[in-house]
């Protein structure tokens, strides 16, 4: 998939995704951090609606980038699509790819994926609609999930050797551990919530829901 498929393709996801069968309270928040504090009270702050937090959620999980995000959704792209105006000012006044930039009033952008695991995989799901394992798998937010221990092993080693041969060398084992304590739910298709552990099988099934 290209990047202009993909930018259009969650542009149009996000405004069209039926979101009324979703719990918002339970939705990717089931334990408390600094982060998603954070993040939450920016969104209420500024008065974020559902949709667009969705949106500004899923343009993270799957454009990554700050800088890349806005010259996508500032650009003639952007503009045919009608995007939000009010997703477009809390990406540019109040999320940073800067991690020495942060304050309380501004948010790292490439941390909603791991504040809102739940949203980043449905969203994920619906645009890649993966048909392979690994390529859900190798997601930093994926061992938030509640699946199978022997799934988030998986994860674990194809995050730790992306830190130690293509970023700084510097995989923190218990950031790791923290993070896979979570079990954040998976949601089907429609928005319900899947109450199950899933393990490879249940996991392949579940992929295919979205194909």
Same mark, same amino acid.
């Given at each position: ?28 928040? @089931? !334990? ?16 974020? !609606? ?15 980038? @700050? ?40 948010? $790292? ?7 809102? $695991? ?11 609609? $993966? ?20 799934? /988030? ?6 995050? /730790? ?46 992929? /295919?829901?979205?194909?």
């Amino acid at each position: 998939m290209s990047d202009k498929d993909t930018f259009h393709d969650l542009i149009t996801h996000g405004q069209n995704v039926d979101l009324t069968a979703i719990d918002w309270n339970g939705f990717g928040m @089931r !334990n408390s951090s600094t982060y998603r504090r954070q993040a939450e009270e920016l969104f209420s702050t500024y008065n974020i !609606n559902k949709r667009d937090r969705y949106m500004i959620i899923s343009l993270s999980t799957v454009m990554r980038k @700050r800088s890349r995000v806005l010259t996508e959704i500032k650009g003639e792209k952007g503009k045919k699509l009608k995007i939000s105006n009010d997703i477009i000012n809390f990406i540019e006044k109040f999320c940073s790819d800067k991690l020495d930039k942060i304050n309380s009033e501004l948010f $790292p952008f490439t941390h909603f994926p791991s504040c809102y $695991p739940s949203v980043s995989c449905y969203a994920f799901c619906s645009i890649y609609k $993966p048909t392979e394992l690994k390529t859900i798998i190798e997601n930093t937010w994926f061992c938030q999930l509640n699946v199978h221990a022997d799934l /988030k092993k998986e994860q674990k080693a194809w995050e /730790k050797d992306v830190f130690t041969s293509q970023i700084n060398g510097n995989f923190r084992e218990e950031i790791w551990n923290l993070k896979s304590a979570e079990v954040h739910p998976l949601y089907k298709r429609d928005g319900t919530e899947l109450t199950v552990v899933l393990n490879k099988k249940t996991l392949a099934e579940y992929i /295919k829901t979205f194909i």
